[in-house]
């Protein structure tokens, strides 16, 4: 007579770890038998004669314009069809992940695309379960749901800074691609982008924030931080990816350096992975207006404008 053994979760996080602990080897031992040398200060670097030169403003706002056209189409397809679409946007501080939701979000309905951009959890949300607070946004048919930052904090920056358990964050890396497959199966369209950025890009950013008044907001003292720990969120990140990149829910990585071609690859591949038609647009046709009636307006000087300054 067999006996089986069912692990226990608990029992579960040795194993995780260990796998991808030698997921991590295996890598590097293959980048070193091509011949590519991995970088400390930068992810995903090119040789700096591959790099493209940086697209011109006009160029960028001419490609811009009519990927967001193409925005506005995908938007009434989703409406049309009760589709309902999830958009995780990730990265490291200053990557760019803000101003390509910008991006998006500027030519569409807030009713029917809207940003989730969640703040430190309550007492309360640290009790529940930990994917609970984030449930309750997802998407509902003819909704386009974009997380700026979402349930990947657990794996990055509560496991660098310590905000979370050893147990917390093996659980995580464990019931994390079993419960994005759960939204897939229920008939969400999940996408994951990882913005990518050097880290001499992002100095310049944080450079860039700090001596302009109206970027000072966006650097925090946690973005202080993490630029401390470098190397710390680059081990979790290649841990987030041996364990989440997985083949039915891939990350798909957006090189940030330049923000205009990041903008417009990430909108291009968007595009390009929610199928949607052309849908004929309804004529329409301004009703005349309403005759003048024996109706007398009060006098202006009643109504308090505001000055006139410009």
């Not at 993490?226 to 829910?249: G, H, L, Q």
Request: overall charge positive.
């Amino acid at each position: 007579m067999s006996i089986k053994y069912y692990a226990h979760p608990k029992n579960l996080a040795p194993i995780i770890l260990k796998v991808v602990s030698y997921i991590r080897l295996v890598r590097k031992i293959i980048l070193k038998h091509m011949g590519k040398k991995t970088s400390k200060a930068k992810e995903n670097s090119k040789p700096e004669k591959n790099k493209p030169k940086k697209i011109s403003n006009q160029d960028y706002q001419k490609e811009l314009a009519k990927l967001q056209i193409e925005l506005v189409k995908l938007q009434r397809w989703i409406q049309h069809k009760g589709l309902k679409v999830l958009a995780l946007f990730e990265g490291r501080d200053a990557a760019g992940k803000g101003g390509a939701i910008k991006c998006i979000t500027e030519c569409l309905n807030p009713r029917v695309c809207q940003i989730v951009a969640l703040g430190t959890p309550s007492d309360r949300e640290k009790t529940q379960w930990y994917f609970q607070r984030y449930v309750r946004h997802l998407p509902a048919a003819g909704e386009i749901i974009l997380f700026d930052r979402s349930w990947y904090n657990r794996a990055g920056v509560e496991k660098v800074m310590g905000f979370c358990t050893y147990d917390q964050y093996n659980e995580f890396l464990r019931s994390c691609p079993q419960f994005e497959m759960m939204i897939q199966r229920s008939g969400i369209i999940l996408l994951k982008y990882w913005f990518s950025v050097s880290d001499q890009e992002q100095e310049k950013r944080f450079q860039d924030r700090i001596n302009d008044p109206t970027k000072r907001w966006k650097i925090s003292s946690m973005d202080l931080k993490a630029r401390e720990k470098w190397v710390d969120y680059s081990k979790a990140k290649d841990d987030m990816f041996a364990a989440t990149d997985i083949p039915e829910c891939r990350w798909n990585v957006v090189e940030a350096d330049d923000k205009k071609r990041a903008r417009l690859n990430f909108i291009s591949h968007f595009l390009s992975v929610v199928p949607y038609e052309d849908l004929p647009l309804e004529s329409i046709k301004l009703p005349p207006r309403q005759k003048d009636i024996e109706y007398e307006r009060p006098p202006l000087e009643t109504q308090n404008f505001i000055p006139t300054k410009f």
